[in-house]
């Protein structure tokens, strides 16, 4: 026991030495070193906050300057009244700690911002190992210049921190890495799609012609409230719908010069000058800073889009930016703009006069303004407010088309429900590389979008690698957030802006010339603006145009109003029976299969239910789904489907398509089997990385998205395409999990 004792009072002296002579050794090299550091600690976090709260004046760099003056004594003062108050509750030197607190504030903003990817655990730990190194730069560096300690220790210190500080510096500021996995995927699946009929020359020439500006000479003009616009606008109360609330919401108010009761009807419009009668795009931005003026930021689509007929409104929705919960004030906004703008078309002798077809209407919207246009088109068809009876709509505006570009769902559910439309045509575009609205949300909308077969109709979505948020819209740029919380976010790997707007321009004027350009106008001379456009197949085959479109990856899901649906897993919890009447579902060779609710790369459910069938090497034959059909489907011409690969854990070097045999048999017992890599590759996720420190810890996200592969029942030899009974996905691969959804039979569309 005394052993013990004295073992334990030896070891106490030890350690109490070895402190001591810490203490003594820090006392020599950086006692009182904190000058530097409370300087560089004060500035370093006063001007952080003008960064982040500096956007509620214009020019933005004076609201940032006034932000950071305002900030400076401030911060002193707080850490004088600390330095004050907390000897009293800590020993030690309470300054220097309270200096190195924020700058590890900074830090930890700056680098836990865009973690969602990354991972917030190991962001706030490097973010905490950064603030030391920088703390001790600093001490050291004062130690050296206003002490004059030469010592080894400061010098290697000093040499050491400086060398992190600087290459995380030129982190913090470079762009970030570019990716090879696009490329890797490029190279594997240029067979893909074999089974297309090749361009002609002709249509090469056309497509290619379609690309560029149209044969008409584009005007432009603005409406508002200001008088020193072209047309003089009513302004709308939106108060209902939306709150500018507290000491941000009163800035906006008094910088804006007006209340949400008297929001001005406003926007930009470009139109073609020889033609009447166009078929006109209503377009709304999204959340970004009310400092910008995000409507003018789509002159690219407008310019481009008025060229080859059509008239486009971008409609000026600032008085929604910068706060929440106010999507169905977006939508009331917009509709009450497209009320105000067809006042103008029927002025005679104004500059609008006929230069629109009210009959032929589409919205488009990006981001909140994506999610917008649905809730638009929800309330054009409604006569009441769904969360006011009191509250009553009059529009009934001839909206055919839906376009989203990059948006959010679900910020507002109409008196609790998810937002369901009925036969309208939409198309959807999201960039895998967004780092705003980071999964793709829109998919939950388009799940959300049904047909009843009374009018023909076509739902598309393209997801593209390499395409972020902001670069749909001019003003918005690279980065998907503010200064300086954008500093870690990766932009190495976008695409071109040019690009990705030219992909835009080219799906829009489509998907716009085949739901808008099918049906007649009430007017004769809209024959004058109805040229061919751009072909429909673009909406439902890309990889056919892939020699004339930018060079990235697509994934491209798509449904028409004359798809006969055997299976779409919505119906209920039998995994033995499909969604038409006899149809049964079985599974072979696979370690497990179920109908299961989908998810994004976030576990946040997608909105929709699909098979989901998982199978490993033990498995000596190919995994199988089988369909099986008490009644063949006679009057299709065409099996579709929806695929997903669910892998993970997989390198770039290890990424392959996704093969699928696709077997049928007839009412005879003929069998016959196609490929689907032949009709469209079905890529492995996309391995995408949003976050610099990404590429420093070597992880991943892996981006999922169905592909819709659709083959002709003709392409099938030896069997009765009026009289298949049985269709076969199987699956040679050793191992994997994917997901199957929406599996029927489609007629030739009228679209």
Same mark, same amino acid.
């Given at each position: 026991?005394?052993?013990? +004792?004295?073992?334990?009072?030896?070891?106490?002296?030890?350690?109490?030495?070895?402190?001591?002579?810490? &203490?003594?050794?820090?006392?020599?090299?950086?006692?009182?070193?904190?000058?530097?550091?409370?300087?560089?600690?004060?500035?370093?976090?006063?001007?952080?906050?003008?960064?982040?709260?500096?956007?509620?004046?214009?020019?933005?760099?004076?609201?940032?300057?006034?932000?950071?003056?305002?900030?400076?004594?401030?911060?002193?003062?707080?850490?004088?009244?600390?330095?004050?108050?907390?000897?009293?509750?800590?020993?030690?030197?309470?300054?220097?700690?309270?200096?190195?607190?924020?700058?590890?504030?900074?830090?930890?903003?700056?680098?836990?911002?865009?973690?969602?990817?990354?991972?917030?655990?190991?962001?706030?730990?490097?973010?905490?190992?950064?603030? !030391?190194?920088?703390?001790?730069?600093?001490?050291?560096?004062?130690?050296?210049?206003?002490?004059?300690?030469?010592?080894?220790?400061?010098?290697?210190?000093?040499?050491?921190?400086?060398?992190?500080?600087?290459?995380?510096?030129?982190?913090?500021?470079?762009?970030?890495?570019?990716?090879?996995?696009?490329?890797?995927?490029?190279?594997?699946?240029?067979?893909?799609?074999?089974?297309?009929?090749?361009?002609?020359?002709?249509?090469?020439?056309?497509?290619?012609?379609?690309?560029?500006?149209?044969?008409? &000479?584009?005007?432009?003009?603005?409406?508002?409230?200001?008088?020193?616009?072209?047309?003089?606008?009513?302004?709308?109360?939106?108060?209902?719908?939306? +709150?500018?609330?507290?000491?941000?919401?009163?800035?906006?108010?008094?910088?804006?010069?007006?209340?949400? =009761?008297?929001?001005?009807?406003?926007?930009?419009?470009?139109?073609?000058?020889?033609?009447?009668?166009?078929?006109?795009?209503?377009?709304?931005?999204?959340? &970004?800073?009310?400092?910008?003026?995000?409507?003018?930021?789509?002159?690219?689509?407008?310019? *481009?889009?008025?060229? &080859?007929?059509?008239?486009?409104?971008?409609?000026?929705?600032?008085?929604?930016?910068?706060?929440?919960? $106010?999507?169905?004030?977006?939508?009331?906004?917009?509709?009450?703009?497209?009320?105000?703008?067809?006042?103008?078309?029927?002025?005679?002798?104004?500059?609008? *006069?006929?230069?629109?077809?009210?009959?032929?209407?589409?919205?488009?919207?990006?981001?909140?303004?994506?999610?917008?246009?649905?809730?638009?088109?929800?309330?054009?068809?409604?006569?009441?407010?769904?969360?006011?009876?009191?509250?009553?709509?009059?529009?009934?505006?001839?909206?055919?088309?839906? %376009?989203?570009?990059?948006?959010?769902?679900?910020?507002?559910?109409?008196?609790?429900?998810?937002?369901?439309?009925?036969?309208?045509?939409?198309?959807?575009?999201?960039?895998?590389?967004?780092?705003?609205?980071?999964?793709?949300?829109?998919? $939950?909308?388009?799940?959300?979008?049904?047909?009843?077969?009374?009018?023909?109709?076509?739902? =598309?979505?393209? *997801?593209?690698?390499?395409?972020?948020?902001?670069?749909?819209?001019?003003?918005?740029?690279?980065?998907?957030?503010?200064?300086?919380?954008?500093?870690?976010?990766?932009?190495?790997?976008?695409?071109?802006?040019? +690009?990705?707007?030219?992909?835009?321009?080219?799906?829009?004027?489509?998907?716009?010339?085949?739901? !808008?350009?099918?049906?007649?106008?009430?007017?004769? @001379?809209?024959?004058?603006?109805?040229?061919?456009? %751009?072909?429909?197949?673009?909406? =439902?085959?890309?990889?056919?145009?892939?020699?004339?479109?930018?060079?990235?990856?697509?994934?491209?899901?798509?449904?028409?109003?004359?798809?006969?649906?055997?299976?779409?897993?919505?119906?209920?919890?039998?995994?033995?029976?499909?969604?038409?009447?006899?149809?049964?579902?079985?599974?072979?060779?696979?370690?497990?299969?179920?109908?299961?609710?989908?998810?994004?790369?976030?576990?946040?459910?997608?909105?929709? *239910?699909?098979?989901?069938?998982?199978?490993?090497?033990?498995?000596?034959?190919?995994? @199988?789904?089988?369909?099986?059909?008490?009644?063949?489907?006679?009057?299709?011409?065409?099996?579709?489907?929806?695929?997903?690969?669910?892998?993970?854990?997989?390198?770039?070097?290890?990424?392959?398509?996704?093969?699928?045999?696709?077997?049928?048999?007839?009412?005879?017992?003929?069998?016959?089997?196609?490929?689907?890599?032949?009709?469209?590759?079905?890529?492995?996720?996309?391995?995408?990385?949003?976050?610099?420190?990404?590429?420093?810890?070597?992880?991943?996200?892996?981006?999922?998205?169905?592909? =819709?592969?659709?083959?002709?029942?003709?392409?099938?030899?030896?069997?009765?395409?009026?009289?298949?009974?049985?269709?076969?996905?199987?699956?040679?691969?050793?191992?994997?999990?994917?997901?199957?959804?929406?599996?029927?039979?489609?007629?030739?569309?009228?679209?």
């Amino acid at each position: 026991m005394q052993n013990i +004792k004295k073992f334990g009072a030896g070891m106490k002296l030890k350690v109490s030495s070895v402190i001591r002579r810490f &203490h003594e050794y820090r006392k020599r090299n950086w006692n009182d070193t904190s000058g530097l550091l409370y300087g560089c600690a004060v500035l370093l976090f006063s001007f952080s906050l003008g960064l982040m709260a500096g956007g509620f004046m214009y020019p933005r760099w004076a609201g940032t300057l006034l932000v950071f003056l305002a900030a400076v004594p401030l911060t002193m003062f707080v850490l004088w009244i600390s330095g004050k108050i907390l000897p009293w509750l800590f020993r030690g030197n309470i300054r220097e700690r309270l200096c190195w607190l924020l700058i590890w504030m900074v830090c930890l903003m700056t680098m836990t911002a865009g973690a969602y990817t990354a991972g917030f655990a190991k962001a706030a730990v490097s973010s905490l190992a950064v603030s !030391l190194i920088l703390t001790l730069m600093l001490k050291s560096l004062w130690a050296l210049l206003h002490h004059k300690v030469r010592s080894r220790s400061i010098i290697v210190s000093l040499t050491v921190s400086g060398i992190f500080t600087g290459a995380f510096c030129l982190l913090l500021v470079g762009k970030g890495f570019s990716d090879s996995y696009i490329e890797r995927y490029l190279d594997f699946s240029q067979e893909a799609g074999g089974k297309n009929e090749p361009l002609t020359e002709q249509e090469r020439q056309e497509f290619r012609q379609e690309m560029e500006e149209g044969p008409y &000479h584009v005007q432009t003009l603005t409406y508002g409230t200001e008088g020193t616009e072209e047309l003089e606008s009513e302004t709308a109360n939106i108060s209902r719908f939306a +709150k500018n609330k507290g000491i941000g919401g009163f800035f906006k108010e008094k910088y804006q010069g007006y209340p949400l =009761t008297e929001v001005p009807l406003s926007g930009m419009v470009w139109y073609p000058e020889e033609i009447s009668y166009c078929p006109t795009l209503f377009l709304v931005h999204g959340n &970004h800073s009310w400092l910008t003026e995000s409507y003018l930021g789509y002159e690219y689509l407008g310019k *481009y889009l008025a060229s &080859h007929g059509y008239t486009v409104v971008s409609v000026d929705e600032n008085a929604c930016n910068s706060l929440s919960g $106010e999507n169905d004030g977006r939508a009331v906004l917009l509709l009450e703009n497209i009320r105000q703008v067809e006042i103008y078309n029927q002025q005679e002798g104004g500059p609008l *006069y006929h230069k629109i077809d009210a009959g032929r209407l589409a919205l488009a919207g990006h981001s909140r303004g994506g999610e917008a246009v649905a809730l638009a088109y929800l309330f054009n068809e409604l006569n009441y407010y769904p969360d006011n009876g009191n509250r009553r709509f009059q529009y009934h505006f001839s909206i055919q088309s839906l %376009i989203a570009i990059a948006p959010t769902c679900g910020q507002y559910h109409p008196s609790g429900r998810d937002v369901e439309l009925k036969d309208v045509n939409y198309l959807l575009l999201h960039g895998a590389n967004d780092q705003d609205v980071s999964t793709f949300m829109g998919m $939950e909308q388009y799940e959300n979008i049904t047909f009843t077969g009374a009018k023909d109709c076509i739902k =598309t979505s393209l *997801y593209l690698a390499g395409a972020n948020h902001g670069q749909f819209n001019s003003l918005w740029g690279a980065y998907d957030m503010m200064e300086p919380l954008n500093r870690m976010l990766n932009v190495g790997n976008f695409l071109d802006q040019h +690009k990705q707007q030219q992909i835009a321009k080219i799906w829009i004027k489509s998907f716009l010339d085949q739901t !808008l350009r099918q049906e007649e106008g009430n007017d004769s @001379e809209i024959s004058e603006s109805a040229e061919p456009g %751009i072909s429909r197949e673009l909406l =439902t085959n890309w990889s056919r145009y892939r020699e004339l479109l930018p060079e990235t990856l697509y994934v491209q899901s798509y449904e028409t109003s004359d798809l006969a649906m055997l299976c779409d897993f919505e119906e209920d919890a039998r995994i033995d029976t499909g969604t038409a009447e006899g149809v049964r579902i079985k599974a072979e060779h696979v370690d497990s299969w179920r109908e299961e609710q989908m998810c994004f790369s976030n576990e946040v459910s997608r909105g929709n *239910y699909a098979a989901v069938l998982k199978w490993s090497a033990k498995e000596e034959n190919p995994a @199988e789904l089988c369909i099986s059909l008490r009644e063949p489907v006679q009057d299709g011409n065409t099996l579709q489907f929806d695929l997903m690969d669910l892998r993970e854990d997989f390198s770039e070097k290890e990424a392959e398509l996704l093969e699928v045999e696709i077997r049928v048999k007839d009412r005879t017992g003929a069998e016959a089997c196609l490929s689907g890599r032949d009709y469209a590759p079905v890529y492995p996720p996309f391995l995408v990385r949003l976050n610099k420190l990404q590429y420093l810890w070597n992880t991943v996200e892996y981006k999922h998205q169905f592909q =819709t592969v659709s083959v002709p029942l003709a392409d099938f030899q030896g069997v009765d395409s009026e009289e298949i009974c049985q269709i076969r996905l199987c699956f040679p691969g050793k191992e994997g999990k994917i997901a199957v959804d929406n599996l029927g039979i489609r007629r030739t569309s009228g679209l």
